[in-house]
Nanobody, 123 residues
Framework: QVQLVESGGGLVQAGGSLRLSCAAS????????MGWFRQAPGKQREAVTG???????NYVDSVKGRFTISRDNAKNTVYLQMNSLKPEDTAVYYC?????????????????WGQGTQVTVSS
């Protein structure tokens, strides 16, 4: 049974930083791409960033230069460092494990999801 457990969310002022973590278990973590998605109130869930099993990364334009995804295969954990946070970054953030080694932004490529962690950025 695959489990993904996010942590690190919270309330922060605009311009601040947070680091999200997602610990995985139940599968050979290093073999799979990982993604971070978010869902703001009243909006559809969107892909934010992802990292392939080979370490290649991809970001949505709105977070480029501010967010950094990384993975530690020894700890079965993927991280999302979020800097220069804006109120529009407020959302529930989810990590997800892909069905393969390459990163794709489409949710159809993800079978396993975490429970989500709330990030709130105040202005």
């Amino acid at each position: 049974q695959v489990q993904l457990v996010e942590s690190g969310g919270g309330l922060v002022q605009a311009g601040g930083s947070l680091r999200l973590s997602c610990a995985a278990s139940g599968r050979t973590f290093r073999n799979y791409a990982m993604g971070w998605f978010r869902q703001a109130p009243g909006k559809q869930r969107e892909a934010v960033t992802g990292i392939s099993a080979f370490g290649a990364t991809n970001y949505v334009d709105s977070v480029k230069g501010r967010f950094t995804i990384s993975r530690d295969n020894a700890k079965n954990t993927v991280y999302l460092q979020m800097n220069s946070l804006k109120p529009e970054d407020t959302a529930v953030y989810y990590c997800a494990m892909s069905t393969g080694r390459l990163y794709y932004s489409s949710e159809t490529n993800y079978y396993y999801w975490g429970q989500g962690t709330q990030v709130t950025v105040s202005s």
